[in-house]
């Protein structure tokens, strides 16, 4: 159970960019050719999420360190996959030390647990079966926890293996929310997944330790990093850094990167509420998962 009193502690939720921002936009877009423009890619994006699978995708998001914004793009990723596309989508959180997946989704009730479905889920099983399991959420999507808010919750690779197989053939696309780098599940989840994703803050010491570690991934077989995006979360309104620089400097490794600029909602930290989104956030973010499924689908 989430608890209750904590999350009211929250303030009212903010929109991710002040009304003067929204305005200004809106006032451009009318007075220019913008819109149309805006709507075409956003067709077209929407196009490249929705195209079918043959067999479940499985996506896993991760990062070096904490704070990084990996289970803010986890939550971001799903959200727009349970939007766009018509069959099953599942989050899971393997991330068990407290991970933040279930406030950052609006879970209020926890049950099962990633290690808990590891004992229970049999081939047999219909996706009603085991959708009564999981936590239900907006647009056809589900989530399954890694803890119940318990410290020192524990999930081995050999559980998460064994539900990561199974659910497989149930959902179109599985969001894994990972532990930080370089723990084991982690590790078995992003050579196991069809894509990677690599949060990293635009902050000098996280694209510093974020291209380390691509530079490490170099020496990987090819499909690796070739599957791997990074999203560049920009943490405050002025990065100090060349955010666009910093971002093609990572580029030069091989792998994909994406900017997700800086937005109030998403700093707020609470339940994700993609109506109070920035308008540039949400574009950032569908931008993202499109790629990041376009990827997965050339990896079987």
């Not at 690599?198 to 991934?217: E, H, K, N, R």
């Not at 077989?221 to 060349?242: K, Q």
Request: aromatic share 4%.
């Amino acid at each position: 159970m989430v608890d209750s009193a904590l999350t009211g502690t929250a303030r009212r939720p903010r929109r991710g960019e002040p009304a003067a921002a929204r305005i200004s936009r809106a006032i451009r877009r009318i007075v220019s050719s913008s819109a149309a423009r805006e709507v075409a890619e956003i067709t077209r994006t929407a196009e490249r999420i929705q195209q079918p699978v043959t067999t479940g995708r499985q996506i896993a998001v991760t990062s070096i360190r904490g704070g990084a914004g990996k289970t803010t793009v986890a939550a971001l990723l799903g959200t727009a996959y349970a939007h766009h596309r018509q069959d099953p989508v599942l989050l899971v959180e393997a991330d068990p030390a407290l991970g933040s997946l279930p406030l950052r989704l609006g879970a209020e009730t926890l049950r099962w647990t990633t290690a808990d479905l590891a004992d229970i889920v049999e081939p047999q099983m219909s996706l009603l079966d085991v959708t009564g399991y999981l936590v239900q959420l907006p647009d056809n999507a589900w989530l399954l926890p890694g803890s119940q808010g318990r410290i020192g919750a524990m999930l081995d690779t050999a559980a998460y293996e064994r539900v990561m197989v199974a659910l497989r053939r149930y959902f179109g696309v599985t969001v894994v929310d990972c532990e930080t780098l370089p723990a084991e599940v982690a590790r078995v989840a992003l050579s196991a997944a069809q894509a990677r994703v690599l949060a990293a803050p635009a902050t000098l010491d996280g694209i510093t330790s974020t291209y380390a570690v691509l530079q490490w991934m170099q020496g990987l077989p090819r499909h690796m990093i070739a599957g791997t995006v990074v999203a560049l979360t920009s943490t405050t309104s002025r990065p100090g850094i060349d955010v666009e620089a910093a971002a093609e400097k990572l580029r030069s490794t091989g792998a994909t990167v994406h900017v997700l600029p800086y937005d109030r909602h998403l700093a707020a930290g609470g339940a994700l509420r993609t109506e109070l989104l920035a308008r540039p956030t949400r574009l950032a973010a569908t931008r993202l998962a499109a790629e990041v499924f376009q990827l997965s689908q050339k990896r079987r």
